[in-house]
């Protein structure tokens, strides 16, 4: 068997009723070289989410169920995925959310185009959805250009479910911080990924769609802001002032995130 180039990196917990349409997507690419591994996180739904998705995967062999025995977070399920995975292009997508059409063929256009070896994360823009995914709640988040290290500590324009890794510019196997669970812990992958000199480049292609729950944009992020918190302190080992002052600095671009849809490659 061939190896695919795309590895499709997707958790879920209780995803029935939604994972259907994000499968769908992920068939409806126009380049068709991937394998997605749908990891069911112990999910208390009776195993409706896993019928579903064995169902797709009793007819399209590059999809893969993985049934986990223990709960372990949307971390370890990525983790569990990642062990499983043979592409080189590590491609994420939460079981909500939608890719369109040209997405892999767009981003592997990209790829393909770079001539920086120290990109080692690719990501696209995306639309923001009601729960629904039927209208904008705001308009597309687009973000176009490099991010460092540095840059990355005041502002992550990363969206996990528009982000590609190429896994051959790692200097080793990297996986997500389970201690995390499922609160800031693809900030912190990204993160390990960049500190020894690898970045991130932004596009402005917006290829995705991300479900957000109609009432719940300014209390998401006011909950993110002790798990930012301990990203700064617990798991980078930052002192107090350094950590106050990123915070500070993720909390501005925070709401101008939610005020405007581009220009965000001047965030502080």
Known sequence: MTTPVFSIITPMWKGAALVGATIDSVLAQSFADWEMIIVDDCSPDGGAGAAVVQSYADKD???????????????????????????RYFAFLDS?????????????????????????????SYRRMNSLCDAELLTPYVFTGKRT????LRHCPIFPSAAIVDTAKLPGKILFNEALKALRDDYAYWLEIMKNGLTAFG????????????????ASKTKMIKPQWNIYRKVLKM???????????????????????KGEKNSI
């Open 239 to 261: 002192n107090v002032f350094s950590s106050a002052w990123y915070l500070f600095c993720w909390g501005v671009n925070g709401l101008k995130k939610y005020k405007f849809s």
């Open 96 to 124: 909500d959310d939608i890719w369109h059409n040209d997405y892999l063929s767009t981003m592997m256009k990209h790829i393909k185009e770079n001539k920086d070896e120290s990109v080692a994360i690719f990501f696209a």
């Open 203 to 218: 596009y402005g292609d917006v290829l995705v769609d991300y479900r957000m729950r109609d009432d719940s944009m300014t």
């Open 61 to 87: 062999s590059r999809i893969k169920l993985i049934r986990a025995s223990v709960n372990r977070g949307s971390s370890g399920a990525r983790n569990q995925a990642m062990e499983a995975a043979t592409g």
């Open 149 to 152: 290290y540095k840059q990355l």
